[in-house]
């Protein structure tokens, strides 16, 4: 007979409440707390997980708008704003205004930006590989589909979704 540790749980055991609610859940607190432990390890650097987040798309979709770095992060504009003020108060990133639309915000990295954010990747790719570290690649593929699924039913613009989901800009017009 099977000890009560090896029989199998009925399936309301696995989890202390529904499903939907607990996955939700532990998205966020894994998300809080690995946040938590890049702050501290990103402190030496001079850069917050705010800062790191901005700075690593702004050195990816270089120059790129401010709308469009906001989306991207999941934040609103006001809070990129005072995040990139930051960033350019630290020498890590310049701010420019085109003078053919003065409504645009144009952000570019700096020579300093370049060699911050590779150090700062192999921070935040260390705490990654420690917080995935026994799931297996198959797992952690069905995850990411599992969560571009969750994204795209909550993103409310169509381009925000597909740079978030491919980590590239929509072609534009002209490159189609």
Known sequence: MASPRTAAAPPQAEIPFDAPNYLLHLL??????RDVQLE???????????????LNAIVVFEPC???ELAQFIGVDRTTMTRTVDQLVKDGLAS???P???????VVSPTDK??????TARRIVFDTNKRVLDGVSERTQ??????EQRMFANLAVEPRAIERMLS???PPTAEGR
Do not use: N
């Not at 966020?28 to 707390?33: C, E, L, N, Q, V």
């Not at 930006?113 to 590779?118: F, H, L």
């Open 167 to 169: 980590l590239r800009r």
């Open 40 to 54: 501290q390890a990103l402190k030496p650097l001079g850069l917050s997980v705010a800062c790191y987040r901005a």
């Open 141 to 146: 593929r069905t995850m990411i589909r599992a």
């Open 28 to 33: 966020a607190a894994i998300s809080r707390y």
């Open 95 to 97: 701010r420019e205004i």
């Open 65 to 67: 708008q401010m709308l």
């Open 99 to 105: 003078t053919m639309d003065r409504r645009l915000v």
């Open 113 to 118: 930006a370049r060699q911050v954010i590779g």
